[in-house]
Nanobody, 114 residues
């Protein structure tokens, strides 16, 4: 499986970004997908996930601000991030589990200035 994330950048607090992740070499529609993030000096944490059927879960810190969605026709998963806060600054990774192994994309940096 290959995962390619993009869409990160520098944004002011209160702004928005949309992250995209394209997947290849998998039957995308059958896979649950997720976005994780890792801030400097912290462990990687789950931000949001979406099942193959479209069910979603969110970390409490992003509920009401972030939305995860998928486009199976494009083999892509997205993370719409609104009302960004400085504490959202991190490298964001898209991820899935393939053959019982968690797979990661290369990460995209999100920096939110105060």
């Amino acid at each position: 499986v290959q995962l390619q994330a993009s869409g990160g950048g520098l944004v002011q607090a209160g702004g928005f970004l949309r992250l995209s992740c394209g997947a290849s070499r998998i039957m995308f529609s059958a896979y649950d997908m997720a976005w994780y993030r890792q801030a400097p000096g912290k462990e990687r944490e789950l931000v949001a996930s979406i099942t193959s059927g479209g069910g979603t879960t969110y970390d409490d810190s992003v509920k009401g601000r972030f939305t995860i969605f998928r486009d199976n026709a494009q083999d892509a998963v997205y993370l719409q991030m609104n009302s960004l806060k400085p504490e959202d600054t991190a490298v964001y990774y898209c991820s899935t589990v393939d053959r019982d192994v968690r797979r990661w994309g290369q990460g995209t940096q999100v920096t939110v200035s105060s």
